[in-house]
């Protein structure tokens, strides 16, 4: 299976840029998809074939890469941001999440 | 407006079978198809398997031997049964419509808990 790592936490200001990384373990083409998760929630499409707005997302959030090495980036980051964010490859079977990366705000 | 909602029981005793319903609105079955997507607690998700608009299933290798996925497009509900559970399958478990290869609309999930 195709493995996509992602690190464990990370804590921001808000206000600031922050950039989430999630690195497969073999090339997905573009096919990656990042998505939100607050606690007790269920998870929300930010971005899909890794550069795609979905829609109502707002324009704070954009992705980029391809191949092995692709990055959410909220800029500017705001209080309600505050979430765990997952990507998940559809380019190889079976279609893998990563192990989620915790957001903090300072 | 879409919306997808998973029922069924919220405990299941080691080795049975775990059977739950994803009834959908706002959309047809017929055009739009439906990924069953489970958490359990504090960790990580995993798609367990899709059913197409078309009718066709697709499941993830790692739980295919155990796993069905069906539904009644007159009803507009979409059933997943799994079969020898283990504690191990606790989880939420998550329908969600699937555009293509991603998740864009989810159920709330329903919390499975495998003990007796």
């Known amino acids: 299976d195709t493995v996509l790592t992602q690190s464990p936490a990370l804590a921001v200001s808000p206000g600031e840029r922050v950039s989430i990384s999630c690195r497969a373990s073999?090339?997905?083409?573009?096919?990656m998809h990042w998505y939100q998760q607050k606690p007790g929630q269920q998870p929300k499409l930010l971005i899909y074939?890794?550069?795609n707005l979905a829609s109502g997302v707002p324009a704070r959030f954009s992705g980029s890469g391809s191949g092995t090495d692709f990055t959410l980036t909220i800029d500017p980051v705001e209080a309600d941001d505050t979430a765990t964010y997952f990507c998940?490859?559809?380019?190889?079977?079976?279609?893998?999440f990563g192990g989620g990366t915790k957001l903090e705000l300072k | 407006q879409v919306q997808l909602k998973e029922s069924g029981p919220g405990l299941v005793q080691p080795s049975q079978t775990l059977s739950l319903t994803c009834t959908v609105s706002?959309?047809?079955?017929?055009?739009?198809?439906v990924s069953w997507i489970r958490q359990p607690p504090g960790k990580g998700l995993e798609w367990m398997g899709v059913?197409?608009?078309?009718?066709?299933?697709d499941y993830n290798s790692a739980i295919k031997s155990r796993l069905s996925i069906s539904r009644d497009t007159s009803k507009s509900q979409v059933f997943l049964k799994m079969n020898s559970l283990q504690t191990e399958d606790t989880a939420m478990y998550f329908c969600?419509?699937?555009?293509?290869?991603?998740?864009?609309?989810w159920g709330q999930g329903v919390m499975v808990t495998v003990s007796s």
């Open positions: 969600a419509r699937t555009a293509f290869d991603y998740f864009d609309y």
């Open positions: 706002g959309l047809s079955l017929t055009s739009n198809s």
């Open positions: 059913i197409w608009s078309n009718g066709g299933t």
């Open positions: 073999e090339g997905v083409n573009s096919y």
């Open positions: 074939k890794a550069s």
């Open positions: 998940q490859q559809s380019w190889n079977d079976p279609w893998t």
